[in-house]
């Protein structure tokens, strides 16, 4: 079977810092041969960055996450654009809208949403988008700039990069075709989208 890819996986957040390597183990065993870690706020770059740079199958990404945009500070947008420079990142992204109750100021996360969506499409990277009770105005958005490529999502479970491969099972369950012929189409859909190396996995 094709190595599956793990598009979204916060392996940075401090939840992980017991057993980090068991999970990228436990990954590994169910052929998970490739995982992009989106950031969500400034702090947190370095951490990803470092935790990339030790490990080929670990890409990173770098975003202003909606839920933090009462957080962000105004030049954290300029502090991004700045840190692409080092030319590591696959995506940008964790960036987007959420409208959920008690979500931060909404016209903040449109401000920080559109700024970064200029960016990616200036350097020519993905985005990794959250969209939560905000879909419309997200696809909307992504409309106006133009000029973009990436992955949408919304989810609120736990998540851990072995269960993808259960996912896998299930999908490929429900479109009557083999685990082999779906992971060969997500994989392949992942690489052409943050550019990744097929050697990697």
Same mark, same amino acid.
């Given at each position: 079977?094709?190595a /599956?890819? *793990?598009?979204?996986?916060?392996?940075d957040?401090? =939840?992980?810092n017991?057993? @980090?390597?068991?999970?990228l183990?436990?990954?590994?065993a169910?052929?998970i &041969? +490739?995982l992009? #870690?989106?950031?969500?706020?400034?702090?947190?770059w370095? $951490? #990803?960055?470092?935790l990339?740079?030790?490990?080929?199958?670990?890409?990173?990404?770098? &975003?202003?996450?909606?839920?933090?945009? *009462?957080?962000?500070a105004?030049?954290?947008?300029?502090?991004? $654009?700045?840190?692409? *420079?080092?030319g590591?990142?696959v995506?940008? !992204?964790?960036? &987007?809208?959420?409208?959920?109750?008690?979500?931060?100021? %909404?016209?903040?996360q %449109?401000?920080?949403?559109?700024?970064?969506?200029?960016?990616?499409?200036?350097?020519?990277?993905?985005?990794?988008?959250?969209?939560?009770?905000?879909?419309e105005?997200?696809? /909307? +958005?992504?409309r106006e700039v133009? !000029?973009? %490529?990436?992955?949408?999502?919304?989810?609120?479970? $736990?998540?851990?990069? =072995?269960?993808?491969?259960? #996912?896998?099972c299930?999908?490929?369950? /429900? @479109?009557?075709e +083999?685990?082999?012929?779906?992971? =060969?189409a997500t994989?392949?859909? =992942?690489? @052409?989208?943050?550019?990744?190396d097929?050697?990697? *996995?």
């Amino acid at each position: 079977m094709h190595a /599956l890819v *793990d598009s979204h996986v916060h392996l940075d957040h401090a =939840a992980f810092n017991a057993d @980090r390597a068991q999970v990228l183990a436990r990954a590994q065993a169910n052929c998970i &041969g +490739t995982l992009v #870690i989106p950031g969500v706020d400034r702090n947190g770059w370095a $951490s #990803i960055r470092h935790l990339c740079a030790g490990n080929h199958r670990l890409h990173a990404a770098y &975003g202003l996450h909606p839920l933090f945009a *009462d957080q962000h500070a105004p030049n954290d947008v300029q502090a991004l $654009s700045a840190w692409l *420079d080092a030319g590591d990142a696959v995506a940008i !992204g964790e960036i &987007g809208l959420d409208f959920h109750a008690q979500s931060p100021d %909404r016209d903040l996360q %449109r401000h920080f949403f559109r700024a970064q969506l200029q960016i990616a499409r200036e350097r020519g990277l993905p985005v990794i988008v959250h969209a939560r009770a905000a879909f419309e105005e997200v696809s /909307l +958005t992504l409309r106006e700039v133009g !000029g973009l %490529r990436g992955v949408v999502h919304s989810f609120s479970g $736990s998540h851990q990069p =072995a269960r993808v491969a259960d #996912i896998a099972c299930c999908i490929a369950e /429900l @479109r009557g075709e +083999t685990l082999s012929t779906l992971a =060969a189409a997500t994989t392949a859909n =992942a690489r @052409r989208v943050f550019g990744l190396d097929a050697k990697q *996995d």
